[in-house]
């Protein structure tokens, strides 16, 4: 009867767990697998959101020194986005998949955490998170000064979608919006269904050049910028519009992806 009573608990208690809608915190995204500790392929970008159909075996790791435990979880990705690997092919998808729990929180507290750093500035005091998005909140090292920075997906007071980007400095912070009146490239609503930090290193281009769509390949040296500090990605998957945005000589800039 014990026995038979703890089953039961053990039960109830991986049934809650995978009620519960997690998002994803590994700075570079959440590597995604086919079986625990199997072939990776793909990733999750940070601030998506993963639902978890089952809770596995437990399992560590070593992040920068530093012990991570947790477990391996099997995945229910269809709310989420998963990015595959080069080489991988759709139907890697359609078989069990699995990833670490240890980069993974509650959507709650994800919610918290950036609410209770948003109350720290009066400027967002009118605004609030798009929590409707997929992806609300990223973060990354878009000034280049070392310092990791927070971008917010907010509505105004006019219902418009708005980018808000926290450089934290050393000694305080400052905050740059994008969207409105006063976009620098002219878009009032950042209605992108895809939001994602873009690491340093990554070769930005626009894909799209005098009607023409290109690959990497197609476009000259001149027009890749390689940054040492990380980027910011939007798209509309729907509309196919979208582009790269950075921070470069004093401005934010836009390189079109189509």
């Given at each position: ?18 009620q519960e809608i997690y998002q994803v915190i590994a700075q570079e995204g959440l590597t995604v697998r086919t079986s625990p500790n199997g072939k990776r392929i793909g990733k999750i970008p940070y601030g998506y959101p993963v639902k978890i159909s089952e809770k596995g075996e437990a399992f560590a790791i070593k992040d920068n020194g530093k ?192």
């Amino acid at each position: 009867m014990k026995k038979i009573v703890v089953g039961f608990i053990l039960m109830m208690s991986s049934v809650v767990f995978s009620q519960e809608i997690y998002q994803v915190i590994a700075q570079e995204g959440l590597t995604v697998r086919t079986s625990p500790n199997g072939k990776r392929i793909g990733k999750i970008p940070y601030g998506y959101p993963v639902k978890i159909s089952e809770k596995g075996e437990a399992f560590a790791i070593k992040d920068n020194g530093k012990a991570k435990s947790g477990n391996w979880m099997k995945l229910d990705v269809s709310s989420s986005k998963l990015i595959l690997d080069e080489g991988v092919s759709d139907s890697s998808v359609q078989g069990d998949l699995y990833a670490f729990s240890g980069y993974l929180i509650t959507q709650q507290n994800f919610v918290n955490q950036f609410e209770t750093e948003i109350s720290t500035h009066p400027a967002f005091s009118e605004f609030y998170l798009a929590t409707a998005y997929k992806c609300f909140a990223i973060k990354g090292d878009f000034f280049g000064d070392g310092v990791v920075d927070y971008l917010y997906r907010m509505i105004d007071t006019k219902g418009n979608i708005r980018l808000f980007i926290v450089n934290n400095m050393k000694k305080g912070s400052q905050i740059y919006g994008l969207g409105g009146a006063k976009d620098p490239f002219k878009i009032t609503n950042y209605d992108f269904g895809t939001l994602m930090m873009i690491p340093k290193g990554t070769p930005l281009y626009s894909n799209y050049k005098d009607g023409v769509k290109r690959n990497l390949n197609g476009v000259s040296k001149n027009e890749i910028v390689t940054l040492d500090y990380d980027a910011i990605y939007v798209h509309q998957d729907n509309a196919k519009e979208g582009g790269f945005i950075y921070r470069k000589d004093g401005k934010w800039n836009w390189l079109n992806q189509k």
